[in-house]
């Protein structure tokens, strides 16, 4: 018996929202900077270290984990701004906040013996970094069509 060969399908290509993009990319960036700091806890002497009150240069505090926690939860925070606030302010918010934590990561390499672990780790957060900047200031724009009121108008009717 000869089978016919059925035609093959080209898979749709859906476009995905900047603020899913930005969501993601925001989700992806926690992720690496939860393990990277996961995964550096079987680096030898940093459980001693941590047990001693120290982490890196830094006494263990309220202020070191205040601060810590500030840390993770802005980009956290990131994921669900992303999707709420208005187009203007999410796509601003974006690329201060984005460009904020470039310096912020790249910090994290000063004194770090293994380099090829935070290396990797901050190349990665870097270029999510650069995507969410790049996604921001890209945002697509819709030109006032031709049948559409102008602002003004429109607010002048709201007032009359």
């Known amino acids: 018996m000869m089978r016919t060969r059925q035609p093959t399908t080209t898979l749709e290509d859906q476009p995905i929202p900047v603020r899913a993009k930005l969501a993601a990319a925001w989700t992806s960036f ?57 187009a203007r302010a999410t796509r601003i918010t974006n690329l201060i906040v984005a460009s904020l934590y470039v310096p912020v990561t790249a910090f994290n390499a000063v004194g770090e013996s293994w380099l090829y672990f935070y290396g990797l780790g901050i190349v990665l957060e ?29 607010r002048a009717q709201q007032q009359a």
């Open 30 to 86: 926690m992720f690496l900077y939860a393990y990277v700091d996961i995964l550096n806890f079987f680096t030898p002497g940093v459980i001693e270290d941590i047990l001693d009150g120290k982490v890196f240069e830094f006494d263990l505090s309220q202020t070191f984990s205040t601060t810590a926690l500030t840390l993770v939860a802005i980009p956290i925070i990131m994921v669900v701004l992303s999707m709420t606030l208005p």
């Open 126 to 154: 870097l270029i999510l970094l650069a995507l969410i900047v790049r996604y921001a200031w890209t945002w697509p724009r819709t030109a006032p069509s031709a049948t559409s009121p102008d602002r003004e108008t429109v």
